[in-house]
């Protein structure tokens, strides 16, 4: 109920200081750079360093990149089919084919499947959610975000130059060895900020005027994080893990999150269909909170 409440009450502050006109124009671009540079890899640094990877949970963390895989499918046929312009194709690529894993993710693993189920969310989260964002992720905002050709070298400049993905590597490098106390704490608690800065960002951002020209793309975008993707998942990935079913039900139920506030993020940095990426946050995540009780229901009784 406090992640409900967070959530809930960091995304209508942003929506207040809009209407109040409290914060420059500028703001929302200095948040989203907050998260990028500070928040983000400051959670990486946190929870990568202390996963313990297992033989069994290879599978999990492969997860979002096969729905990233299956999302970029999706939406680039539909974005030639309907005509959609390369930033909202882009756009719906990041916010459908990636999930919010982790702030909206554990809690409502910790709610209907108990918190020994955590530290597997944490690695599908990690391994999963936030290494596609840092390394497939920005090779597919970096794409859409141009209206011509972009070269492979610059593209790799990029995923290098992506301060998460840097971060990454080092949390890698540094598992053998055990962080000191108060960078323990300094790191837990720069990460702690991301979701109250990105969803005033959101909030800020969010204007519900623009869902009657967003609409069509909106409701395509979310059908997909929601149903169409998390049964494509389950499809492929239930011969494989049928004789685990714990662990099935719960790497598909993280598919089943709503869009990824993290991919929202950059894609706005990217300037990939701003208006659209808020809607897609603003609206998928309370979106969520209703089918995620259905998805839970649905495991369960196959």
């Known amino acids: 109920m406090n992640n409900y409440l967070l959530l809930g009450a960091c995304f209508l502050l942003g929506i207040l200081l809009r209407r109040l006109q409290r914060l420059p124009d500028n703001a929302a671009a200095a948040l989203n750079g907050f998260v990028v540079h500070i928040s983000l890899p400051a959670l990486t640094l946190t929870y990568v360093h202390g996963l ?9 963390a492969l997860m979002a990149w096969a ?6 499918g999706f939406f680039w046929l539909a974005g030639k089919i309907f005509g959609f312009s390369r930033s909202t194709t882009g756009a719906l690529m990041l916010t459908g084919g990636l999930a919010n894993t982790s702030f909206v993710g554990l809690p409502m693993i910790d709610t209907f499947y108990g918190p020994q189920f955590l530290g597997l969310g944490i690695l599908i989260d990690q391994l999963g959610s936030y290494f596609v964002l840092s390394t497939l992720g920005i090779l597919v905002a970096s794409i859409y975000s141009s209206g011509q050709g972009i070269s492979a070298r610059m593209v790799i400049r990029r995923i290098l130059l992506f301060v998460p993905f840097q971060a990454f590597i080092l949390a890698l490098l540094l598992m053998p060895f055990d962080y000191p106390v108060w960078l323990d704490e300094l790191l837990k608690r720069l990460g702690s900020t991301l979701v109250p800065i990105a969803l005033v960002s959101v909030g800020y951002q969010l204007q519900l005027s623009q869902v009657r020209g967003k609409a069509f793309a909106l409701t395509l975008g979310l059908v997909f994080k929601l149903v169409v993707g998390p049964v494509l998942v389950l499809l492929l990935f239930a011969p494989l893990m049928w004789n685990d079913r714990p662990i099935l039900n719960v790497t598909v139920f993280e598919a089943a999150m709503g869009p990824m506030i993290g991919a929202s993020i950059v894609a706005m940095d990217h300037e990939l269909d701003p208006p659209l990426l808020t809607l897609m946050v603003g609206v998928g995540i309370p979106v969520s909170f209703l089918t995620l009780p259905l998805w839970w229901h649905l495991l369960n009784v196959l």
């Open 52 to 60: 313990h990877l297992q033989s069994n949970l290879i599978l999990p």
């Open 67 to 72: 729905m990233f895989g299956l999302g970029c």
